[in-house]
């Protein structure tokens, strides 16, 4: 059996906690394969509104096995927290989630470390979230960082207290002496409560699942154009957002991956500081925030908007090398009289159709096409045969510019606002 794989194509924020969901039913497993806190998954359905944060958004579909995989970074507070919440809804979470044992932890002094390192970037800072998920992941690369295995271990404590106090020491090279003590034991309570859930080793357990026939689900994190290698670097978050990630982040090899699920929005967001070739700081890209209820589920930050860029949506395609697309939030733009959508970049009067490697240092011109807009609400339908002429010449344009089927599109928050098209 193969493991397919969903994640996001432009800066995050496309809508993949929803679909997760709605294909979740399709599925034994669901397997997150990177990221950490950082990355909220916002789910719709039955009048409530759910935020996932480090746990797989196919909690909520049936019984299916849910793994945290060896690649997401997780900060036992935050886990506990979003744990216990999901617990008082009435998920039994420690019967169907399952922890790798090789998850990096985030401990309170990388959250500290992460706050002085933006302070120390002023002007040039990256816009980070501040959940310490970087200095995590750079504790993880230097071989100096804590998992969740190590946490069974009889001297953990002394682990711990290791690494605690390197990253102090490091603080207070920076001139920072933080108040640690409550924080230290809300973190080592919270490590008490993790220990509580089935902690296994990830890599040995989907595997064996393939094995066995069973169909896995692989959800990624954020989205492409924030991948630390080819992302819109340094404006990127500290790990691998693309399929490769899938397997480094769950111990799938190469030749277990079998479909590939790229979401995208029918116009682009980008929450924090890096280039947005396409943005808005106009009416309209006021309108597509405000329409679109473009704030960060977990940061709350404004969202910045623009029209949908190809350029670098063709580029995430063939880096994930996606097989099926799916589009999120096309009912944004129901109001709209015409719509733009980049096709090319225009650097230093040069027409291309490639991202330059210095994304965030060159100028950049879209080259827009304009289409019609299909001036119709699209929110209660059920099915394509309903589609407005215009939104299906829409359709058949992108599929046309991405060279790849869209597959799914989403008319509206709700997972029952989803429509299966016959590609």
Known sequence: MKADVLLGLQWGDEGKGKVVDVLTPRYDVVARFQGGPNAGHTLEFEGKKYVLRSIPSGIFQHDQVNIIGNGVVLDPVLFKEEAEALEKSGVNLRDILKISKKAHLIMPTHRLLDAANERAKAASKIGTTGKGIGPTYTDKISRNGLRLGDALAPDFKERYNAARNRHLSMLDAMGEKP?????????????????????????????????????????????????????????????????????????????????????FKAYCTRVGSGPFPTELFDETGKTIRDIGHEYGAVTGRERRCGWIDLVALRYAIMINGVNKLIMMKSDVLDSFDSIKACVAYKVNGKETRQLPFDIDRVEIEPVYVTLPGWKTDMTSMQDESEFPAQFKEYIAFLEKELDTPIYIVSTGPDRRQTIFLNR
Not at 201 to 217: F, Q, R, W
Not at 236 to 260: F, H, K
């Open 179 to 263: 108040d640690y003590n409550e924080l230290e034991q809300k973190w080592l309570d919270a490590i008490d409560y993790m220990k509580s859930y089935d902690i296994i080793d990830s890599e040995y357990v989907i595997n064996a699942l393939l094995d066995e026939g069973k169909s896995v689900l692989c959800e990624g994190a954020q989205g492409t154009m924030l991948d630390v290698d080819f992302g819109s670097y340094p404006f990127v978050t500290s790990s691998n957002t693309i399929t490769s990630g899938a397997c480094a982040g769950l111990g799938i090899a190469p030749t277990r991956i079998g479909n590939v699920f790229g979401i």
